[in-house]
């Protein structure tokens, strides 16, 4: 069976705001659109970018404005954790005064370390107390590069942030990410950075330089979204069926392809060929092993939920800063595969999973798409497995339900009320 998997949210968040500080028009093919990067591009457009949709969404034409934004502005950010931290420096790096804020879920996540980072540059970033997130004043005259440690242990996404910005300040830009997680996200940005035109480099110490010089259009065709193939991944090892997505291929600038080695650990056929992934399950998983997710933790909830099916104990580790997403995740997976009559174990960063037979139960969601998404894999082995809010899929993937159940048809149980 083929997957659709819709755009990269990364990719496609990336890519709007650097064609937006780009000279000239850029043209981004089958963007996401979802309500994450349809919250990055309505921002973007209150900061007067022009964001035009060409065959009801198939590409995204957006006209640069060749830099920062220049006249101040109210930037809602919804739950857009990449809106929260990459639209602050770029805004710093332009002239006025910004206010961002966004939902409460948003307005829990973290956002200190970016705006201390903004504040050792020089600019003046405000943020919220008791969480130090939004709302965030960012009074904004320019930046003028230099060297910046910027404490990454939260979330990579400071970084990213700042070094979009790096192309934009008026020196070189040299900053170090302390304790980095998330660490293919940099990677990606650094790719992404240099396809529209800037100079970006890692050196072996991990000190990376940007060089000031703006960015240049480009037309680039987003990756269908790793993160969201992770749920097509793991249903085909539960179910022992096949499940091939073209698109993402050994070339993927995304972290979260790495998945399918978890996945392969577990027992599953894995190939990741030149333009297609494809795995093939046995229906049985394969346990006893521990596992680092901390590079790719968006995916630890999939391999969480399908987790109770395997033979042994699986521990994952490395995922503290995943409690700091859209829910707390290490709590939202213990929680639910509780309620499944599962057991578990967990510690700050960490998890442990044992085996069982899932009890049919109502997931809470959080209000967390990933939540909803990898318990609807468990659904297809368990019946009586329903969710309590199946919409909020639409953070990224709007199609979800109706894409895995044309695929397995057995998903509609559980998204019936
Ligand atoms: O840069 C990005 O696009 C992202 C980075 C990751 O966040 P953290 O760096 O906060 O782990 C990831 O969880 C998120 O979904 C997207
Ligand atoms: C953590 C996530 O999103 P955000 O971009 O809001 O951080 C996610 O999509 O799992």
Redesign the pocket.
Known sequence: MTARIPGS??IT?RALLLAAAADGVSLLRAPLVSD?TLAFREALAGLGVHIEAEDGDAAWKVSGTGGAPAAGGSVWCE????AA?FLPPFAAAGRGTFTFDGTGQ?RA?PLRPLAEALGRLGASAAVSEPVGGLPMTVRADGLPGGDLAVDASL?S?YLTGLLMAGPLMRAPLTVRGAGLVSRPYIDMTKALMRRFGAYVDEFDDGVIQVLPGGYRAAQLDVEPDA?TASYFFAAAAVTGTTVAVPGLGRSSVQGDLGFVEVLRRAGARVEIGEDTTTVTGTGALRGGFDVDMGDIS?TFMTLGAIAPLADAPITVHGIGHARL??SDRIAAVEENLRACGIRTESGPDRITIHPGTPAPARIACRRD??IAMAFSVLGLRTAGITLDDPACVG??FPGFHAELGRLFPAHASTVRH
């Open positions: 949210k990364s968040n994450d739950d857009a954790g990449t931290r948003l996540r979330s996404q993160s968006d997403k859209e798409h990933r953070k990224t």
